[in-house]
């Protein structure tokens, strides 16, 4: 992995951190992720939050299913298992080497999720099913409270490392941030079911990128995330204590040109995975293997096109964001119809 970026001499002077900028964009280009050091973030919080989600995901199957908003893309609210499919990245798969390539997976993902929106929505919007109000289950009355922390706490770290991108690319250092103002950020764990799905190899998230800008993650409690670098090897996420995940998402190549390219990753049960599991049921806990994820996005009215006359390039035109999420929510079976089609 790669070496840890603390951001502490940035919040405290960033006129004076510029080397630590050019290191995050360094290493979103060369590797499609950072890993950051944040002294705002409290881990007991993701400890909390992962608890909670794990006595959520541990309900049953109908109770959760209460939960969800299907007629608003899955983006509130849960996600059943079996119900996102990994988008057909074929073309990509063929290009890596044979040792590289990612687990084989036939059909949907066994995996749920639950999506929390967090942050300041706009009042108008091309695109309300994008932008919904939060699902908050039934018996949890610190579910609120609990979610709000704790994607507040990892939203804020994403909104910095969006600040210190575009110092580090010789942009205004506001570029991201105001782009990001409204956007449907959301905090998005997903559930797997260690007790069901316990054997290597087994695959609960297949090879894919994030649609979003950047994904930021906590420590999971189970390994088993892999990631591919931009030379196309397949590299095991271990993410230091006290630390924190970034990956760069779809939006961000959009804006850079492909500069920096959205990573590819997916989670896979490995040994290391089962270990984990053992302890977790020597310590009596819900078997499910939970994510600390929060996915941070463009504002779905903004156009999303490369920030620089060197940058542009005909693979990626100028779209409103709300269409190219609508667009791949459609690829991964979790958006039926485009919500607004706009020519620009």
Not at 78 to 86: D, L, N, S
Not at 163 to 187: I, N, S, V, Y
């Amino acid at each position: 992995m790669e070496s840890v970026i603390d951001i502490a001499a940035f919040l405290s002077d960033p006129e004076r951190a510029l080397e630590d900028c050019k290191k995050v964009v360094d290493s979103f280009k060369s590797t499609g992720i950072l890993v950051i050091r944040d002294p705002r973030v409290t881990f007991s919080d993701n400890a909390t939050f992962i608890d909670m989600m794990e006595d959520y995901y541990n309900l049953e199957n109908e109770k959760k299913k209460k939960d969800a908003r299907p007629e608003f893309h899955y983006q509130v609210g849960t996600t059943p298992e079996f119900t996102e499919v990994p988008r057909d990245n074929a073309e990509v798969i063929s290009k890596l080497h044979d040792d590289q390539k990612p687990t084989p997976l036939t059909g949907a993902d066994p995996k749920w999720r639950f999506f929390w929106p967090i942050g300041e929505r706009p009042k108008e919007t091309k695109f309300p099913r994008l932008n919904m109000p939060q699902v908050i289950p039934e018996s949890f009355p610190n579910w609120e409270a609990v979610m709000n922390k704790w994607a507040s706490l990892i939203l804020q770290a994403c909104i910095t490392v969006a600040d210190m991108l575009a110092r580090g690319l010789d942009l205004p250092h506001e570029t991201f941030t105001k782009m990001m103002k409204f956007g449907p950020h959301l905090l998005a764990p997903t559930g797997s079911d260690l007790g069901l799905f316990n054997k290597p190899s087994t695959v609960f998230a297949g090879f894919h990128y994030d649609l979003n800008f950047l994904t930021i993650h906590g420590k999971s409690r189970y390994p088993g995330l892999f990631v591919w670098l931009r030379n196309g090897t397949r590299s095991a996420v271990k993410i230091p204590d006290g630390c924190l995940l970034l990956q760069a998402g779809k939006q961000l190549e959009w804006l850079t040109g492909g500069l920096i390219e959205a990573g590819y990753h997916e989670v896979v049960v490995n040994d290391e995975t089962l270990k984990a599991l053992e302890r977790q049921k020597e310590a009596g806990r819900p078997t499910w293997r939970v994510s600390s994820t929060l996915f941070s996005h463009i504002g779905s009215d903004e156009v999303l096109e490369p920030l620089k006359e060197e940058w542009k390039n005909d693979k990626y035109p100028p779209t409103l964001t709300g269409d190219q999420v609508s667009n791949e929510l459609k690829q991964i079976k979790l958006g039926k119809t485009q919500e607004v089609a706009t020519d620009l």
